[in-house]
């Protein structure tokens, strides 16, 4: 590549030096021909139509610039070959901006050029075949139009099919064309051949010559130029030369005070003659200054508009900000209220710990004794091979369910079926039993997936988009959509016909069938983050507390209290109630008095999710936590029998089936455990 390259600028050298000596031969041939600025030269001339346009301050370019436009050119020898010098006389351009018919008025057709001697072919665009305008090197090396380039007419190169794009004004050959001598626009016309967009030198127009970039200079001030009287604009242009001629005989002179209202015309000497009788002479002071103040009265009026604009869209936003502000102060005073309670009761036990630290140490010692006695148990109990830690009573995992592209933050399990719902805002249906694959994604909210349940053969799954999805497990297919909170629904469960949804500070109650709102349980402190059906009884967790309500009257029978932060999860055996905090303890309560009997300690993270296993003569209560382990606990002896970790991230949620344990995981896998 490197050789290739060195190859290629040293054939840009070449051919630049090439091209510069031929303009520049070019270029004192038409000075000599030309016989100053102001005669017509006698050389054929050729005219183009194209909008050229050169920089209007040309700078120096070092000699990589021009080499770059001189490899092109030797490179398209062969394409220009092609087209052939123009021909003498006239020369008709592909991208004319000119009016298809001529009527004299040649200020509308700035883009005219009629070239004294015929230009260098090599200054000639392959694309658009007329001579380079605002030149540019593309990415392959070759010099074209910019408008060809960006235009979507073309986008290879001719050359080496490569695909066009700008890299540098190639203002070597922009200096190059603006060098070459055109005649005046104005002393121009249509080509007796009548085809459009191709012009001649007009004997009786202006003859005068210059280089291309002198043209704007000369024509903005040539006297052949058409231009308005300024008298009126019925009366049909005339030369500029001819203006001063034509204003002292034009009978369609104003009045001065015309604009404010004298409606007289004539001559410019009937004018002077009616000025000192015009009725508006002796009041144009008054008139002068009303106009003055009229106009800075329009002035102030638009001033004040865009003031009271700017002030509207101020006080939408401040109301926007008030809006923001209120709500947030609603929220931190809630926040702080909570808080303002935590901390009153903290401080209470803050003063039963400093009254009872005495106690403390006799439980300390009592619990010592109780450890030890368990340690003599469990190693008599490894030394016998029987017991609660036989291997093969030990949970292993056998696989694990990749497929989600995110958080699995809801498992559930129908039949076969493992349901399990993500960040990535699906719900895949995994095979259990045979193939042990993912079946197929359910798509269709907006939001994570933060719960999901199952009631007969329907899946409802409740996610951060407030809303309550219906999906037929038959035909895996989505069946309704239930606009169901204002906040994210946090947990689902189903019971007696009744599907019941948990979000900020409210339980709403669903009917299954028609999928009807049929009541709202409220009383709640904080967010619903566990939702458990058990029996005649439901079972919801907040901030410190366990409610629980009777299936059939909706009401409370019973409140249970923590001291481990907002509950995150609920679990029931045979004889107790189970709650995982967000202090990264599990609390137990005896299920028929209501009454706390143990706190099973040992994550060192907040304990998402809970499940349980029942087996003749022993019950196992699964904990997942954030500090990425899964416990396993005896519930006879309320001791953990073994600490599961495979999982690469917190552990989130659990399900069970057929002795089975599933585990779903922050580092978006599903684990199976048996």
């Known amino acids: 590549m490197t050789h290739e390259r060195l190859g290629r600028m040293a054939s840009v050298s070449d051919a630049g030096s090439d091209l510069d000596d031929e303009v520049s031969s070019m270029s004192s041939t038409t000075v000599s021909q030309a016989n100053g600025s102001g005669s017509i030269s006698n050389a054929p001339t050729v005219a183009l139509t194209v909008p050229l346009t050169l920089p209007s301050s040309l700078t ?62 090599k200054l000639f665009c392959l694309l658009c075949k007329n001579v ?23 986008d290879k190169c001719p050359v080496d099919e490569m695909k066009l794009a700008v890299v540098v004004n190639n203002i070597a050959v922009s200096e190059q064309i603006g060098e070459l001598y055109i005649h005046c626009k104005f ?22 010559t210059m280089r291309v970039n002198e043209r704007r200079e000369h024509e903005s001030a040539c006297g052949f130029a058409p231009v ?136 300390h010692r009592h619990n010592y004794s109780m450890v030890n006695s368990e340690l003599s148990m469990i190693n008599a109990r490894l030394n016998s091979g029987g017991g609660a830690y036989d291997p093969q009573q030990q949970y292993k995992c056998k696989g694990t369910f990749v497929g989600h592209q995110g958080p699995v933050w809801c498992l559930c399990v129908y039949g076969d079926y493992l349901f399990s719902g993500s960040s990535d805002k699906t719900i895949k249906v995994w095979d259990t039993c045979t193939s042990y694959t993912c079946q197929k994604t359910l798509e269709g909210h907006n939001g994570i997936v933060l719960a999901v349940c199952v009631q007969g053969n329907k899946l409802y799954s409740g996610s951060a988009d407030c809303t309550i999805m219906v999906w037929n497990i038959d035909t895996l297919t989505h069946e309704k959509t239930l606009q169901a909170h204002e906040n994210p629904v946090c947990t689902l469960v189903a019971a007696n016909n009744m599907l019941f949804s948990g ?69 029931i055996t045979n004889h107790h109630i189970i709650a995982g905090t967000y202090e990264n303890c599990i ?43 899964l416990r396993v606990w005896n519930m006879e002896n309320m001791i953990c029998t073994q600490t599961l970790l495979r999982h690469q991230g917190s552990v989130a949620c659990l399900a069970t089936s057929r002795g089975r344990l599933f585990s779903g995981a922050v580092d978006s896998t599903v684990k199976v455990w048996q």
């Open 587 to 629: 609390h137990v309560w005896d299920k028929n008095t209501y009454e706390q009997v143990e706190t099973l300690t040992g994550h060192v993270g907040t304990v998402y999710a809970l499940a349980v296993i029942s087996a003749p003569g022993t019950t196992r209560v699964f904990s997942a936590s954030y500090d990425r382990s």
């Open 503 to 571: 979000a900020l500070k409210v339980i709403k109650v669903w009917d299954v069938h028609t999928h009807e709102l049929k009541r709202e349980l409220t009383g709640l402190n904080h967010w619903v983050r566990a939702l458990v059906a058990n029996g005649n009884h439901l079972f919801s967790g907040s901030y410190q507390t366990i409610k629980v309500w009777d299936l059939a009257t909706l009401e409370i029978v019973h409140s249970l209290q923590t001291s481990g932060g907002s509950v995150y999860s609920i679990a």
């Open 132 to 154: 380079f305008k605002d030149p540019v090197i593309t990415v392959c090396g070759h010099t074209y139009c910019r408008l060809c380039v960006t235009s979507s007419l073309f």
């Open 187 to 208: 002393g121009c016309r249509l080509a007796g051949t009548g085809l459009p967009g191709e012009f001649e030198v007009d004997p009786e127009g202006c003859p005068t």
């Open 228 to 363: 308005q009287c300024p008298n009126n604009p019925d009366c049909p242009k005339i030369l500029k030369m001819n203006l001063d001629a034509h204003l002292e005989t034009c009978n369609l002179c104003k009045c001065d005070h015309h604009k404010y209202g004298c409606h007289f015309v004539g001559t410019q000497e009937q004018v002077n003659e009616h000025l000192p009788n015009c009725r508006y002479e002796g009041i144009k002071e008054y008139l002068q200054t009303s106009e003055d103040r009229i106009r800075e009265l329009g002035q102030t009026i638009s001033q004040k508009d865009q003031e009271i604009g700017f002030l509207r869209s101020m006080l939408g936003k401040l109301s926007e900000r008030v809006d923001r502000l209120e709500k947030s102060m609603e929220l931190k005073i809630n926040y702080l209220d909570e808080n303002l309670t935590r901390m009153e009761k903290s401080v209470v036990e803050i003063d039963e710990n400093q009254r009872g630290i005495s106690e403390e140490l006799i439980d």
């Open 60 to 121: 120096n370019l070092s000699g990589d610039l021009a080499d770059h436009h001189g490899s092109p050119l030797n490179n398209f020898d062969g394409m220009v070959n092609s087209l052939g010098p123009p021909s003498p006389g006239t020369f008709k351009g592909n991208r004319s901006s000119s009016a298809n018919s001529y009527d004299g008025d040649m200020e509308d057709m700035t883009e005219v050029l009629v070239f004294t001697e015929p230009p260098n072919r």
